[in-house]
């Protein structure tokens, strides 16, 4: 598609439940970051896929978060148990990092999933 | 540890007034350095970066920034500022970590352009 498209946009939970949040990204961007966003504060970065290498996992805060992605293509990211704490607003982007390409190392955000557990 | 620092909470100008929004970093080796801009309830836009060559790189919506080595900083700039710039402002900084690239933000600067 034209962006990086994000799904859901809203999610409220319980305490408790899972949720699975979607990532569609820019047909050809092979490398995916997802950063979390809590109110007020700056970006933190959780996970890192780029094409079929290993993910870069370096960054998810708990064993209770776990992100895949299918080759080069939609990524979702799921948090089990869902804390108050992980109420935030994730963000995905994707870019493409051969530098010989237009926008390569530019990274692409998509909206973004709002989470808010109750 | 690689980083990257916006002292400013909050930055407020006047409309026509010039604005600078200021970033500091620490990374290892030649920085890539990025500027975004990010709108209530939308995700991040890319304004402009610096990779390598001229230090003064110029970006959408008349911003600019300028890469400054010795001082390690990439303030964002912009001549006449106009109320539709206010926004929420991030520097990033793309660096090496444990064998990959990651993107480090700033925590980013409120700007608020008052008419």
């Given at each position: 598609g034209a962006g990086v498209s994000q799904s859901p946009s809203n999610k409220v939970t319980e305490k408790g439940k899972d949720v699975e949040l979607r990532c569609d990204p820019i047909s050809g961007?092979?490398?995916?970051y997802w950063y979390r966003q809590r109110l007020g504060q700056g970006l933190e970065f959780l996970i890192y896929f780029q094409g079929n290498s290993?993910?870069?996992?370096?960054?998810?805060?708990?064993?209770?978060?776990?992100a895949e992605r299918t080759g080069e293509s939609v990524s979702t990211l799921t948090i089990q148990r869902t804390q108050q704490e992980d109420s935030a607003v994730y963000l995905c982007a994707s870019s493409v990092t051969d530098r010989g390409?237009?926008?390569?190392?530019?990274l692409t955000f998509g909206a973004g999933s709002r989470l808010t557990v109750l | 540890a690689q980083?990257?620092?916006?002292?400013?909470?909050q930055v407020n100008v006047a409309e026509g007034n010039p604005l600078t929004v200021k970033c500091t970093y620490s990374v290892s080796g030649n920085p890539y350095l990025f500027w975004y801009?990010?709108?209530?309830?939308?995700g991040l836009q890319f304004l402009l970066k610096y990779i390598t060559g001229d230090n003064l790189v110029k970006g959408s919506y008349g911003f600019e920034a300028e890469f400054n080595k010795s001082q390690t900083s990439f303030h964002l700039k912009k001549p006449s500022a106009l109320v539709s710039d206010s926004a929420l402002y991030f520097c990033?900084?793309?660096a090496?970590?444990?064998?990959?690239?990651?993107?480090?933000f700033g925590t980013g600067t409120r700007l608020k352009v008052l008419a």
């Open positions: 961007h092979t490398a995916l290993a993910p870069d996992k370096s960054g998810l805060p708990s064993d209770r978060f776990s390409l237009p926008g390569a190392n530019v | 980083s990257v620092a916006q002292p400013e909470d801009v990010q709108y209530p309830n939308r990033a900084v793309r090496i970590t444990s064998g990959t690239y990651k993107y480090i």
